[in-house]
């Protein structure tokens, strides 16, 4: 069976009426769809007739509540303490309520036939850290149940991510928290034949990498203070993406990095382990190029006579660690291992950045943008990155290199350039910021490219439309970008900020908001 809704569907079908008066302490019930999970599960209530649904976590009783919908259906709610004071929930004649612990073998073993006859299950118990959730998956895996189930907070809690949602196969799990819940709705399948919508992301190839910096002979306080364990406790979610997934790190850590990628995902994985110091910029024709050891050198000398205002983790082992993305997805388009079509850098340590930023990457891969994709978060005019010395004195980023992605001939080829502008640079005594040379390719190559807009904590969460913090691209894009007369990406920036309100992805300041309205008009 194929599922297809839409929030529409669930707007048209479920009245909200029905539940009048029930819920008067209760008003997240009836929160909109995407904040709150009541309508969807009263929805999937109405999918089937004549029914027994288990809703395993009764809490206050909302969602049994919300599950009794369709009133041919008998819902089994079950939980280890009574805390439904809602005497019309109590009453509902549709729903029994169970003080029992469904984790419990005995209590399993008693249950086992009606869990048969239900289509599906709700689940939401405490301590959401994933460790009940995996064992009931485990406990329905062996009784050979063929309903789904639905799953909250799948995304909110780290543990819950990492302990339970990263290791469902693919092919069982569906992400509805766009329907649901806003902590995290998912399904998960125990019938092939059950089926929910999502998109085919397989024609691409993610790239990632980890080399511990601690090690090198420049590391600072501050490449200290972010050593080892601090990057890798926040790879997990990286690791656990259900992509095509090349990943480049040193001997030391390949094992660590191994054990953190699910097993069902071992066919789409490759490792490349390399010396961080030997890694080099192929170049088509030229001469054997310099090793990092040897570019190291020639940014710590460069930076002394050249310096600027940069983030003491800046260091030039840093800097180098950054231009590795772009050799490393050169190769991987040369070589292309899993036949992709379409190649991405993510950053290793992306979860840093917020959880929403992994949610979104199926989102993101989805758009299938064929050139160079990058988040544009503060507008650099051109004019100062033709002034090559003062435009290094300030070490100012136009545009996001944590996660970024195109087609293999634009991924292939907006690598090369930046990798011919680190070259330049170096050359004429400059060493700082690998996202410095995004700019300077931009304005000679502007048809290789094209952007979002957000800021670092949005990079991946903004891709299609902005979904989280419309402000900061008005006040870091677009007003630079008017300032300055780059009427053009203005524009781009305010459409992308205005049709992303109009659809509902995000709210916006209202005064903000105003801004963007007036520097459309000036640009139109």
Known sequence: MKYSFTKEDILRTINPAAFAGILDDCPEFQGPIGKE????????????????????????????????????????????????????IKARPNIVYHMDDLFDPATQAKWEAVVHQAPFLF?????????????????????????????????????????????????????????????????VTFNRDIQFPKADNSDWTLVTAYFDL?????????????????????????????????????PDTVIELMAMRPVHLATKTQYIV???????????????????????????????????HFDNRNTPSYYLFCMARYAMLKEQVATNPFKSTHFAWINMCVERMGYKNIQRVDEALSVHRTRFSTCYIDYVPESLVRNTAEYFRWGRCGMCSGFFTGDAHHMAAVCDLIEDKFLAYLAAGYGHADEQLYSPVYFENPSLFEHYYGDYQQMITNYKYIREAAEPPIYNFIRNSLRHGERAKCREACEFVLNSVRKGTVTCDA??????????????
């Not at 969807?40 to 509540?65: E, P, Q």
């Open 37 to 88: 999970h009541y309508k969807l599960l009263a929805y999937l209530s109405t999918l089937f007739n004549g029914s027994v649904i288990l809703d395993i976590g009764t809490h206050r009783g909302s969602s049994a509540l919300a599950l009794s919908y369709n009133p041919t259906n008998t819902i089994h709610t079950f939980d280890i303490l009574d805390k439904v004071t809602n005497a019309a």
């Open 123 to 187: 689940l939401d118990v405490d301590p959401h850290n994933g460790h009940m959730e995996r064992a009931l998956y485990e406990w329905l895996k062996r009784i050979h149940y063929k309903g789904f189930v639905v799953c909250d907070d799948i995304w909110y809690f780290k543990e819950m991510r990492d302990n339970f949602w990263y290791t469902v196969p693919d092919e069982e799990r569906y992400d509805l928290t766009d329907l649901g819940h806003w902590s995290g709705t998912g399904i």
């Open 214 to 250: 601690t090690k090198c002979s420049d590391a600072s306080d501050d490449i200290r203070k972010r050593d080892r364990t601090h990057y890798l406790q926040n790879a997990r979610s990286t690791m656990a993406l259900p992509y095509n997934l090349i990943v480049y790190t040193e």
């Open 274 to 308: 390399r010396d961080f110091d030997a890694i080099r910029f192929e170049k088509k024709g030229a001469p054997l190029p310099a090793t990092f050891a040897d570019y190291r050198r020639t940014i710590a000398q460069n930076r002394k006579e050249h310096p600027y």
């Open 511 to 524: 005064g903000l908001l105003a801004e963007a309205e007036r520097a459309l008009a000036a640009c139109s």
